[in-house]
């Protein structure tokens, strides 16, 4: 399952994890060694004893790695700030299992925001899967979402799941076709 890319790690600390592509919770046990065979978007697939799992960006110490820091916007953003920064973030979501961010990958349908008087924003974004029995749909939901509330003067993120249409290859951006030779 690695391959000559991959590089060997040791757990430093108890750290939770989520089993791909079952999407379970489990947490690996300081002192487990293991090889990062991805290391995209700020969050990691470890190959542990036959399986793979996923590491989120803000545990990375647990392997040796620098934690994710959150997005920052400048002072005084504008929409278009805002806006891109949420693209940006969702650019940081790649399915455990392909190499390619969710957005390249054209799993996200759409995505607005709407902001408060008070200045508080709501984000509602649409998205699917590459396959409806997706184990792992939960846990991209979940990414999404809290990635995007991680965006400043966001305080709501709802997302959506849909499997209308159906996901297929002509979706993907040019790029996505290009690294899964699928061009």
């Known amino acids: ?17 989520v089993m791909i592509p ?12 293991g090889y990062i065979t991805q290391a995209l978007g700020g969050s ?15 545990d990375a110490d647990a392997i040796g790695k620098e934690p994710v820091m959150p997005p920052i916007l400048p002072e005084n953003a504008t929409e278009d700030d805002v806006e891109r920064l949420l693209w940006e973030q969702m650019k940081t979501v790649y399915d455990p299992e392909i190499p390619v961010n969710i957005v390249d990958l054209g799993l996200i349908y759409s995505c ?19 396959a409806p029995g997706c184990g792992m749909g939960d846990i991209l939901v979940d990414d999404v979402r809290s ?4 965006v400043p003067t966001v305080a ?25 030779g699928m061009f």
């Open 22 to 33: 079952a999407g379970d919770e489990v947490t690996i046990p300081a002192g487990t060694v």
């Open 44 to 58: 990691f697939t470890v190959f542990v004893d036959g399986n793979l799992f996923r590491i989120a960006g803000i």
């Open 147 to 150: 990635k995007l509330k991680l």
């Open 112 to 130: 607005e925001m709407s902001q408060t008087e008070g200045g508080e924003r709501t984000v509602a974004v649409t998205m699917t899967l590459t």
């Open 156 to 180: 709501r993120v709802d997302v959506d799941l849909t499997f209308d249409p159906l996901w297929n290859h002509s979706m993907m951006s040019e790029v996505a076709r290009l690294e899964t």
């Open 1 to 17: 399952m690695f391959s000559h890319t991959s590089q060997p790690c040791t757990f430093e600390r108890d750290c939770d994890v």
